[in-house]
C-alpha cells in the first residue's frame, strides 16, 4: 500500500523559510510525477510545484517562482519543499501527491493517484 507522509509544517514569520518534506513508502519510485498543492481556508486546492522522478522536470505557480524549490532525493523516495521568503498568504495545508506513472498535468490535482494527509503552514505577519 503506497503512503505519503508529508513532515516539516510549522508557524514562521513572515519572510522566513520551511523545508517540508515528502516520504514514500510502499513503493520504490523509479517513475512518477511528484507535486506540491496547497488548500487555504474556503479555498480550492492550488498546484504549488511539481517534479518528474526520472528528469530534472520542475513547475511552480507563478505565486512561488523564485521563493520555492521543489527537489528529490532518489535513494530515499522523498520529495522536498523547500520555501523561502514566507509571506502571510502562503498560510495553508500543504499536500504532496504522486502519479504513477506521470500521465497526466502536473498541476491539475485530479491527476494525481495518491495524496499525503498534509502538513499545517502558518505565517505570521
Known amino acids: 500500500q503506497v503512503q505519503l507522509v508529508e513532515s516539516g509544517g510549522g508557524l514562521v514569520q513572515a519572510g522566513g523559510s520551511l523545508r517540508l518534506s515528502c516520504v514514500v513508502s510502499g513503493r520504490t519510485v523509479t517513475n512518477a510525477a511528484m507535486g506540491w498543492f496547497r488548500q487555504a481556508p474556503e479555498k480550492e486546492r492550488e498546484f504549488v510545484a511539481s517534479?518528474?522522478?526520472?528528469?530534472?522536470?520542475?513547475y511552480y505557480a507563478d505565486s512561488v517562482k523564485g521563493r520555492f524549490t521543489i527537489s528529490k532525493v532518489n535513494a530515499e523516495n522523498t520529495v522536498y519543499l523547500q520555501m523561502n521568503s514566507l509571506k502571510p498568504e502562503d498560510t495553508a495545508v500543504y499536500y504532496c501527491?504522486?502519479?504513477?506513472?506521470?500521465?497526466?498535468?502536473?498541476?491539475?490535482?485530479?491527476?494525481?493517484?495518491?495524496w499525503g494527509q498534509g502538513t499545517q503552514v502558518t505565517v505570521s505577519s
Open positions: 517534479i518528474r522522478w526520472t528528469s530534472t522536470s520542475t
Open positions: 501527491a504522486a502519479d504513477f506513472p506521470p500521465v497526466g498535468y502536473a498541476m491539475i490535482p485530479s491527476s494525481y493517484d495518491y
